[in-house]
Structures are given as structure tokens and as C-alpha cells.
């Protein structure tokens, strides 16, 4: 199945929303330029690479060049949505390790997503945590921005993981992806919480898989709202 809507179909409901949702961001963090965006979610399997793919369409078709890179380490799965092998030698996890002067242009991978470029996961290191943690983290991420008008980092749930909340030292805005009928009010209260712990703002939550009927305008729904 071809989870790239945005792109296959840039009309539909679905993508109007997606669409939405990416000026909603732009206009998120007080006057100042998003050039960083966090995608994460309160468990496995809500959604949130999903949406992190169509979102990095939605602003590639804005005329911006976008990268996404891949931070779950663990299970990363961008790869699989572009269609796409995950390069265990030239991954992201493989990147933080190389030292200086490291040529960034054998990490990122052209996607056939006009303006969208990938970096995967790469081999899942031993400590995933403490590699993300590392000095050479934020070196690496400080010479993208250079390359990129944006850059969404899709990011593991953040229940029972640190590697979201370690990444939200580089994002501009972090968004929490929410699954209709299966993410918990509980959860998403312990991930505004985590979020508050460490000083950090949620800028909104994106709601998917929504059931409607077949008579409703949305055949998928996305929302969005301050929080």
C-alpha cells in the first residue's frame, strides 16, 4: 500500500488537511522560523511516520527542500514508506558515529518525492539513547539546516523511550500523533507531562484514523490543535 497520499492523491480530504495542518506549523512558534519539526506519538503504532512522510510532502509541495530524517533507531520504518532500503552502512545512526568533515551527501537519499530527501535509521546501535545524546548530534543536525529549508525528525513514542525528548533540544516544534479508538487520554496526559518535565511545548496533536461514514466528506481525518 502506497502511504504517500499526499502525493498520489494532493486533492483529497486527506491532504487538505495535511495541508492545514502544515500552516498551522508555520505559524506555531511565535513569529520565529520553523526550520525543525518533531514527530513522535505516545506508543508504537499510532501513526506517527505516516504523517511525518505526508506532512514532508505537504511542504516540499510549498516549494521547500525537505529532509526527514529517521531517529527511531530502533524501528525505524521511513524507508519502507519512500519505498526504499534502509542503508545500514550510510544511516543516521551511522552518521553520529563518523567523525568531522563527514560527507553528509552519502547519508541523504533523493526520494522520487520531488523536494523530499531521506536519511534512514541505518543499523540499530547498541545504545540508541546515548548515541542521539551525543555531541555529534547536534553538529550534524546544525550543518542540515544549512542544506534544508525544513527538517522533520521522526522520532520513537516517547513512553518508556528518552530518544523524543532528547531530540526536542533541535526542534523548532514538536507535534504528538494520536490514533482514534486506540491512543489512550491517560497516555497522551503522560506524554504532556514527560514533555513539561523537561521544559519543552507540544504545539499541537494530530488525530488519524478517524471512522466515518461513507456519506462524510473525510474519507481520513487529521486534526490539529494548540495545546
Known amino acids: 500500500m502506497n502511504e504517500l497520499l499526499v502525493n498520489n492523491n ?24 520553523v526550520k525543525t519539526i518533531l514527530v513522535t506519538s505516545s506508543k508504537p503504532g499510532e501513526g506517527k511516520s505516516f504523517i511525518a512522510a505526508n506532512l514532508a510532502v505537504a511542504f516540499a509541495q510549498s516549494k521547500k527542500e525537505v529532509l526527514i530524517i529517521d531517529c527511531d533507531l530502533r524501528k525505524g520504518r521511513q524507508h519502507d514508506i519512500f519505498h526504499m532500503a534502509n542503508d545500514r552502512k ?43 545524546e551525543s555531541e555529534n548530534t547536534k553538529k550534524v543536525i546544525e550543518k542540515l539546516k544549512e542544506k534544508y529549508d525544513l527538517i522533520l525528525f521522526d522520532c520513537p513514542p516517547v513512553l518508556g523511550l528518552n530518544d523524543a ?28 507531562k514527560a514533555f513539561e518535565n523537561i521544559k519543552q511545548k507540544i504545539a499541537g496533536v494530530i488525530l488519524n484514523k478517524v471512522e466515518v461514514s461513507k456519506n462524510s466528506y473525510y474519507g481520513y481525518y487529521s486534526s490539529y490543535h494548540e495545546s
Open 165 to 192: 525528548l532528547m531530540m526536542t533540544k533541535y526542534s523548532d516544534v514538536n507535534i504528538v500523533v494520536a490514533s482514534s479508538k486506540v491512543t489512550k487520554l491517560e497516555d497522551l496526559d503522560h506524554v504532556k
Open 90 to 132: 550510510y544511516g543516521f545512526s551511522n552518521l553520529l558515529l563518523e567523525e568531522d568533515n563527514v560527507k553528509l551527501e552519502k547519508y541523504i537519499k533523493k526520494t522520487e518525492v520531488s523536494h523530499v530527501s531521506l536519511i534512514t535509521a541505518g543499523l540499530m546501535p547498541p545504545n540508541p539513547s546515548e548515541l542521539l
Open 10 to 33: 494532493p486533492r483529497s480530504p486527506f491532504s487538505e488537511a495535511i495541508k492545514t495542518v502544515r500552516t498551522n506549523l508555520l505559524f506555531s512558534n511565535k513569529g520565529k522560523k
